[in-house]
Nanobody, 114 residues
Framework: QVQLVESGGGLVQAGGSLRLSCAAS????????MAWYRQAPGKQRDFVAS???????TYASAVKGRFTISRDNAKNTVYLQMNSLNVEDTALYYC????????WGQGTQVTVSS
């Protein structure tokens, strides 16, 4: 079973940047579909960004142009670079992978203050 561990969340002022990391276990990481989702208090979990094994990326309209997803297969890690953060980006951010099963991480909190 793949395991995912997120890191990099924290408190940042509006306009600032953060980089989230998600380290995955397993020997077939390069084949994993990886994605980031987020869930704000009282709201549903929403798609943020994804990257395929072929490095094709997709973004939610709310983050397009501000967030960048990338992967380092040598480190079994996917990243989410978040720039120009605003208070609406405050949420618990989850890493997601899909290969032979769907797996979620525990989440990392991102709080953007005005």
């Amino acid at each position: 079973q793949v395991q995912l561990v997120e890191s990099g969340g924290g408190l940042v002022q509006a306009g600032g940047s953060l980089r989230l990391s998600c380290a995955a276990s397993g020997s077939r990481f390069s084949a994993y579909y990886m994605a980031w989702y987020r869930q704000a208090p009282g709201k549903q979990r929403d798609f943020v960004a994804s990257i395929t094994s072929g490095r094709i990326t997709t973004y939610a309209s709310a983050v397009k142009g501000r967030f960048t997803i990338s992967r380092d297969n040598a480190k079994n890690t996917v990243y989410l670079q978040m720039n120009s953060l605003n208070v609406e980006d405050t949420a618990l951010y989850y890493c997601f992978s899909e290969f032979d099963s769907r797996v979620w991480g525990q989440g990392t909190q991102v709080t953007v203050s005005s």
